[in-house]
């Protein structure tokens, strides 16, 4: 089992940056990826990032440019900053763990195993 924990969320003007971080615990594996998602009310949910265990990072074309994946030298937090944020970043954010994100494709949600209950992200104009 594995627990994610995010933070770093609140509410913020368009422009601003805000630095998120996922917290993992439990019996994490040698290799696995980390993604953050993003739901606002009434879409679907939606990739913005994801770090595989060796380092290797991925954006949705949203994001890139401004946001960046990364992780602690012990590899068990994994943080989102976020700059430049626009009003269509608002949504609640998850963290996800998973095997198959490391082994195959990040993208789709599937290939995650554990999920965070979320923290809560909005850019006001």
């Known amino acids: 089992q594995v627990q994610l924990v995010e933070s770093g969320g609140g509410l913020v003007q368009s422009g601003d940056s805000l630095r998120l971080s996922c917290a993992a615990s439990?019996?994490?594996?040698?290799?696995?990826?980390v993604g953050w998602f993003r739901q606002a009310p009434g879409k679907e949910r939606e990739f913005v990032a994801a770090i595989r265990r060796n380092g290797l990072t991925y954006y949705a074309d949203s994001v890139k440019g401004r946001f960046t994946i990364s992780r602690d030298n012990a590899g068990n937090t994994i943080p989102l900053q976020m700059n430049g944020l626009k009003p269509e970043d608002s949504a609640v954010y998850y963290c996800?763990?998973?095997?198959?994100?490391?082994?195959?494709?990040?993208?789709?949600?599937?290939?995650?195993?554990?999920w965070g209950r979320g923290t809560q992200v909005t850019v006001s104009s």
């Open positions: 996800a763990y998973g095997g198959r994100a490391y082994s195959s494709s990040p993208y789709p949600a599937r290939a995650y195993d554990y």
């Open positions: 439990g019996r994490t594996s040698s290799r696995y990826a």
